[in-house]
């Protein structure tokens, strides 16, 4: 060591006091992936029966849709093509386990969550997934991402209410076409216009089924700590409209559809970017269930 060099390190010592901490950095992702079933693939959001994951809210890079990613790449460059969509139609809390598996793979440090609705879409009521093994399969999952990315994050959105989307579509002839041949969610759609007793009893309890997936994310993510965010049932809540829906089935969200949906779960993790990346904050309450 010089003379110079010497007294450059003596100078910094005594300009910066010992036990001096660095401020904190706020959490940026670098590896964002989508986990979940055909909304968080962006099925039908551009096409006829196409997997557009460029218009999904989580992943997607489309300017159209402002999805999470591209709220995030705005704010730090490092997580530029680093947009992975792992979420694919059909898909039910069964799969999750995989779709987290290769996320691990792939080094995520960031995941959404969006899946259930198919849990409950099925051909009959009796084939809907009991609540208790959506919750344990959706807490499987949960668990491996963080034993394979102990410094992750997760984001978990409510499943939609596709009772709002039979209300809103009910009246519509080209969406009750669509509907019929595509036979799509037949324990909500089918008879779409009945008023029959036990068609309305029967929508009802789909609904309920929903929720009660709702209210199970929301436990295990409170189980999973402050690094896990359920979106308190804001997805859920949300007023769809026909102008939201895909006019390929009068279901999936179609691009405008994506863009509220990335615009409502980005406010209920933004905080999460200002805060110290250690010590995120906790999760908040989710709303009560609200009436159709």
């Known amino acids: 060591?010089?003379?110079?060099?010497?007294?450059?390190?003596?100078?910094?010592?005594?300009?910066?006091?010992?036990?001096?901490?660095?401020?904190?950095?706020?959490?940026?992702?670098?590896?964002?992936?989508?986990?979940?079933?055909?909304?968080?693939?962006?099925?039908?959001?551009?096409?006829?029966?196409?997997?557009?994951?460029?218009?999904?809210?989580?992943?997607?890079?489309?300017?159209?849709?402002?999805?999470?990613?591209?709220?995030?790449?705005?704010?730090?460059?490092?997580?530029?093509?680093?947009?992975?969509?792992?979420?694919?139609?059909?898909?039910?809390?069964?799969?999750?386990?995989?779709?987290?598996?290769?996320?691990?793979?792939?080094?995520?440090?960031?995941?959404t969550v969006l899946v259930g609705a198919q849990d409950a879409c099925v051909s009959e009521e009796r084939r809907m997934t009991p609540v208790a093994v959506y919750e344990r399969r959706v807490a499987e999952a949960l668990a491996l991402f963080r034993a394979g990315r102990p410094g992750g994050r997760v984001f978990v959105a409510s499943i939609p209410d596709i009772k709002r989307l039979w209300q809103i579509g009910k009246g519509n002839p080209v969406a009750r076409g669509f509907w019929a041949v595509g036979r799509i969610c037949p324990t909500m759609l089918a008879r779409p216009t009945s008023t029959s007793a036990a068609d309305r009893a029967r929508r009802d309890r789909v609904r309920a089924r929903v929720a009660a997936y709702n209210v199970a994310l929301a436990r295990v993510c409170a189980a999973y700590g402050p690094a896990c965010r359920f979106d308190g049932n804001e997805v859920f809540r949300q007023r769809f409209t026909v102008g939201h829906l895909s006019k390929w089935d009068f279901f999936h969200p179609n691009a405008a559809g994506q863009k509220l949906i990335a615009e409502k779960t980005y406010a209920m993790m933004r905080d999460w970017l200002t805060e110290d990346a250690t010590a995120p904050v906790p999760a908040p309450t989710p709303a009560p269930v609200p009436a159709l």
């Not at 007294?7 to 992702?29: D, N, S, Y």
């Open 1 to 111: 060591m010089t003379a110079l060099t010497g007294l450059g390190a003596l100078t910094t010592a005594w300009l910066v006091p010992a036990g001096t901490v660095q401020a904190a950095q706020p959490w940026r992702p670098v590896v964002m992936a989508a986990l979940g079933d055909s909304i968080s693939a962006g099925f039908n959001a551009c096409g006829w029966y196409l997997t557009c994951t460029s218009r999904s809210w989580s992943t997607g890079d489309h300017q159209s849709v402002r999805s999470q990613y591209v709220r995030l790449r705005a704010l730090d460059a490092a997580v530029a093509g680093h947009n992975v969509n792992l979420a694919v139609p059909g898909s039910t809390s069964a799969d999750l386990a995989g779709q987290v598996a290769r996320a691990v793979g792939r080094r995520a440090d960031y995941v």
